[in-house]
């Protein structure tokens, strides 16, 4: 019997259909027409000896086969990436271009602090940034839009934890309630909590892990939230706390290492959200990714070391 010949090149727009849903995010991520897409898949069919996509409405799914096809192409683009990462390794100097994505606090308070670090021990080594939230940005790290995502997780609320990515722990951050100038509130953690009970709040959207874990939070306290302003700019809810509209929960890092221009009380419980570092699996090694995991330790450590203010 004859062995199958598969190409690489149509191995990775399957992969891609499963990742991005249809054949015109396909098409549009890696400049193509839909067409050709098309036309390239119904060449993998044949190759492979059997259908592949199915009508499912107006778009098209993967069948049983083409899931299959789609779990080897993974492992083979798995040990590519370990490929890469040991040719780089042994290189002298880092060269190219690494993708970041980071949310919004994160990009301000740890990624420039980082860059500076990159490009004074790596200057051939480009990092194009991109601010986005975990819950798009890691999606695209599978579909290889970039190559190192920053995240976040919230206490009892972590990201589904995906097979295709390797994680790496990367600092926990506070949250403290953050009181509007001349508000009286008790010291103690709870206490300071229901004093806020009757304010106006500020909070992320609804739907965000953010969201579900401060009405959680408020909740066991014995109220309610009046949350008035709804926005995911922690910027704007430490602007609004600021000018007496708000309270709100909000990470050390918003402050960006500077002491805090509002005060703050403690949590019950001293809760924190855990920042890691995604990338695809087989890419760790990657000296490039060594090198900016390293620079965004580095800048966390200096950010979070604990002032008088935060105690």
């Known amino acids: 019997m004859a062995s199958m010949t598969y190409d690489l090149h149509r191995l990775r727009l399957l992969r891609e259909l499963k990742h991005r849903g249809t054949l015109a995010a396909v098409a549009a991520a890696l400049s193509y027409s839909p067409s050709t897409v098309s036309q390239q898949l119904s060449q993998l069919e044949s190759e492979a000896g059997v259908r592949l996509l199915e009508p499912a409405g107006r778009r098209v799914r993967l069948t049983e086969q083409a899931e299959i096809l789609v779990a080897h192409t993974e492992a083979v683009l798995e040990r590519?990436?370990?490929?890469?990462?040991?040719?780089?390794?042994?290189?002298?100097?880092?060269?190219?271009?690494?993708r970041v994505a980071a949310f919004q606090t994160a990009a301000l308070a740890l990624l420039p602090a980082a860059l500076t670090r990159l490009h004074t021990a790596h200057p051939g080594l480009r990092v194009h940034l991109t601010q986005s939230e975990p819950e798009q940005a890691l999606p695209a790290l599978l579909a290889r839009d970039f190559d190192l995502v920053v995240t976040e997780e919230f206490p009892g609320r972590p990201h589904p934890r995906t097979d295709g990515l390797e994680r790496e722990p990367l600092c926990d951050d506070a949250l403290r309630l953050a009181l509007p100038p001349g508000t009286d509130a008790p010291s103690a953690p709870a206490a300071a909590l229901r004093a806020?009970?009757?304010?106006?709040?500020?909070?992320?959207?609804?739907?965000s892990a953010a969201r579900h874990w401060t009405v959680?939070?408020?909740?066991?306290?014995?109220?309610?939230?009046?949350?008035?302003?709804?926005?995911?700019?922690?910027?704007?809810?430490?602007?609004?706390?600021?000018?007496?509209h708000a309270a709100a929960?909000?990470?050390?890092?918003?402050?960006?290492?500077?002491?805090?221009?509002?005060?703050?009380?403690?949590?019950?419980?001293?809760?924190v959200r855990a920042l890691s570092?995604?990338?695809?699996?087989?890419?760790?090694?990657?000296?490039?990714?060594?090198?900016?995991?390293?620079?965004?330790?580095?800048?966390?450590?200096?950010?979070?070391?604990?002032g008088p203010a935060r105690r």
């Open 80 to 98: 590519l990436e370990r490929a890469e990462a040991d040719i780089a390794a042994s290189a002298t100097g880092l060269t190219g271009t690494l």
């Open 196 to 207: 806020l009970a009757g304010h106006p709040w500020a909070m992320e959207p609804e739907g």
């Open 216 to 244: 959680t939070l408020c909740r066991e306290a014995g109220f309610e939230p009046d949350v008035r302003f709804e926005s995911p700019d922690l910027l704007l809810h430490l602007r609004l706390v600021e000018q007496g």
């Open 249 to 271: 929960l909000l990470p050390d890092l918003v402050h960006g290492g500077r002491p805090p221009a509002v005060p703050l009380r403690p949590l019950p419980g001293g809760p």
């Open 277 to 306: 570092t995604a990338v695809r699996r087989g890419r760790g090694g990657h000296p490039a990714i060594r090198a900016c995991r390293a620079a965004l330790r580095e800048a966390a450590a200096d950010v979070l070391t604990p």
